[in-house]
């Protein structure tokens, strides 16, 4: 897989190309877990190009693989991190980067009678958001949160794949706290069976997100592997009402 980007490089020329964008798995598609040294490849093929590597980490960042960063996890260190969601624990919209320092340097080179980086949002550094931003971090620290999610991940994934024998399933993938369960489609079409279920999921208690047939469960720190059982257990029973009911 690696090599689609030699081939990127060679096509478009590296002096073309500024960077390269990855999510350390990619969450919104459905849990898609890197093959192991994948990212560790990446970082070589941008060392030896002069790309830079930039990770989403909006679903990795702020604890899900039991560390602050997938790259701290993965032992992969990229030149740029953005993140946002956890980081407010969603109660507040906040989002950032993270820059390695002689690409801060590089923008903080300007005249000095300019903002060094000017952007124009309107919420740019909002004092509530921020706030929330600092008790979210207070929280991880004084609860041990990650530690918390190190110990529940091997009951998640355990459990989770304990629904392999679930009608209709095609795989179940898990990294950290987050899983993927793909269902085999209906014959009318992608999607439907995944929308179905994850309506049938909500209305027994239990909130996923559906992309295609995969329903994506990506449970919160504090869960207890009883809270999670009863997530996995409360989705047998959506798949199985939505592998019986037509269309
Ligand atoms: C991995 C990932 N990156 C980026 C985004 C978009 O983030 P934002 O809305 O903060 O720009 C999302 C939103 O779901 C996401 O899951």
């Given at each position: 897989?690696?090599?689609?980007?030699?081939?990127?490089?060679?096509?478009?020329?590296a002096?073309?190309?500024?960077?390269?964008?990855?999510?350390?798995?990619?969450?919104?598609?459905?849990?898609?877990?890197?093959?192991?040294?994948?990212?560790?490849?990446?970082?070589?093929?941008?060392?030896?190009?002069?790309?830079?590597?930039?990770?989403?980490?909006?679903?990795?960042?702020?604890?899900?693989?039991?560390?602050?960063?997938?790259?701290?996890?993965?032992?992969?260190?990229?030149?740029?991190?953005?993140?946002?969601?956890?980081?407010?624990?969603?109660?507040?919209?906040?989002?950032?980067?993270?820059?390695?320092?002689?690409?801060?340097?590089a923008?903080?080179?300007?005249?000095?009678h300019?903002?060094?980086l000017?952007?124009?949002?309107?919420s740019?550094?909002?004092?509530?958001?921020?706030?929330?931003?600092?008790?979210?971090?207070?929280?991880?620290?004084?609860?041990?949160?990650?530690?918390?999610?190190?110990?529940?991940m091997?009951?998640?994934?355990?459990?989770?794949?304990?629904?392999?024998?679930?009608?209709?399933?095609?795989?179940?993938?898990?990294?950290?706290?987050?899983?993927?369960?793909?269902?085999?489609?209906?014959?009318?079409?992608?999607?439907?069976?995944?929308?179905?279920?994850q309506?049938?999921?909500?209305?027994?208690?239990?909130?996923?997100?559906?992309?295609?047939?995969?329903?994506?469960?990506?449970?919160?720190?504090?869960?207890?592997?009883q809270?999670v059982?009863?997530?996995?257990?409360?989705?047998?029973?959506?798949i199985?009402?939505?592998?019986?009911?037509?269309?």
């Amino acid at each position: 897989m690696a090599n689609e980007l030699e081939r990127l490089i060679s096509l478009h020329d590296a002096s073309n190309i500024a960077a390269v964008v990855i999510e350390p798995f990619a969450g919104s598609t459905g849990v898609l877990v890197p093959p192991v040294g994948y990212l560790q490849r990446l970082r070589e093929i941008c060392d030896r190009h002069g790309l830079l590597l930039i990770f989403d980490e909006v679903i990795t960042g702020f604890g899900r693989l039991g560390a602050m960063f997938a790259a701290q996890a993965l032992g992969v260190v990229p030149d740029m991190i953005v993140f946002a969601k956890t980081i407010s624990n969603g109660a507040a919209p906040l989002g950032g980067v993270i820059l390695r320092r002689e690409i801060q340097e590089a923008v903080m080179q300007g005249p000095s009678h300019l903002s060094e980086l000017m952007h124009g949002y309107t919420s740019s550094g909002h004092p509530l958001a921020c706030a929330a931003g600092l008790a979210m971090l207070q929280v991880i620290e004084e609860e041990d949160l990650l530690q918390r999610v190190r110990e529940l991940m091997p009951h998640f994934q355990e459990i989770v794949h304990g629904l392999s024998d679930a009608p209709g399933i095609v795989s179940i993938r898990n990294f950290g706290l987050a899983a993927g369960i793909e269902l085999a489609p209906d014959p009318e079409g992608i999607g439907r069976r995944g929308a179905r279920t994850q309506a049938a999921a909500f209305a027994r208690g239990i909130l996923t997100r559906a992309p295609g047939d995969t329903l994506v469960l990506a449970p919160p720190f504090i869960s207890t592997p009883q809270d999670v059982q009863r997530m996995a257990d409360a989705l047998r029973h959506a798949i199985q009402d939505t592998s019986n009911t037509p269309p």
